[in-house]
């Protein structure tokens, strides 16, 4: 069993930047898959980001490719997601994933986090 606590969350300006973390605890043994993924108010959660366990390997949404990094610092057991020229779009409950199955942007299963808000003003 995984247990996520994100942190980093706010509000910002847009073009402001923010980096979120999400510090692992539990299952010492394994190193997993992670993800990043968001959910604004009456939307559907989306995947923002998703990075390999061995770190070699991350994906973006489209929306966010070019703006966003993620980033995992397995010795520490933290997970990163640094958002920059942030948008009002980008204004969301952001949650950090391990251990899911399926398509990294379409998750099911694997250990949840409580989610941290950003908030982006015009």
């Known amino acids: 069993l995984v247990q996520l606590v994100e942190s980093g969350g706010g509000s910002v300006q847009a073009g402001g930047s923010l980096r979120l973390s999400c510090v692992e605890s539990?299952?010492?043994?394994?190193?997993?898959?992670m993800g990043w993924f968001r959910q604004a108010p009456g939307k559907e959660r989306e995947g923002v980001a998703w990075?390999?366990?061995?770190?070699?390997?991350?994906e973006y949404a489209a929306s966010v490719k070019g703006r966003f990094t993620i980033s995992r610092d397995n010795a520490k057991r933290t997970l990163y997601l640094q958002m920059d020229s942030l948008k009002p779009d980008d204004t969301a409950m952001y949650y950090c994933?391990?251990?899911?199955?399926?398509?990294?942007?379409?998750?099911?299963?694997?250990?949840w986090g409580q989610g941290t808000p950003v908030t982006v003003s015009a």
């Open positions: 539990g299952d010492t043994e394994r190193r997993y898959a």
């Open positions: 990075i390999s366990a061995s770190r070699l390997v991350s």
């Open positions: 994933a391990a251990d899911f199955s399926g398509i990294w942007y379409k998750p099911t299963g694997g250990s």
